[in-house]
């Protein structure tokens, strides 16, 4: 499950944990995880822990899933692919 979220994410855009869940049958919970896992692999990494004001600065503000924080298993929390990004 873990390859599959990894090309889920290589597909451009973005995403919302409780989608990605979706998509992968499972729970937004479990996601987070595999995004930490990911995370400690160096294949994502986490830019920002919650929406803030610089958000409409920011260039992806008007696509950013990230801005729906209070909805359960979003949280806000913005991962973005690193340099390393070929499949796990």
Not at 56 to 63: E, H, K, R
Not at 67 to 73: F, H
Request: with cysteine.
């Amino acid at each position: 499950m873990l390859h599959r979220l990894l090309s889920l994410l290589q597909e451009g855009g973005t995403r919302r944990i409780t989608d990605l869940a979706r998509q992968l049958d499972t729970t937004p919970e479990l996601v987070e995880a595999m995004l930490e896992d990911l995370a400690r692999m160096g294949y994502v990494k986490r830019v920002a822990s919650q929406c803030s004001e610089t958000c409409s600065a920011c260039p992806m503000s008007q696509t950013c899933a990230a801005g729906a924080s209070g909805q359960a298993g979003d949280g806000g929390q913005i991962w973005v692919l690193t340099e390393n990004r070929t499949a796990a």
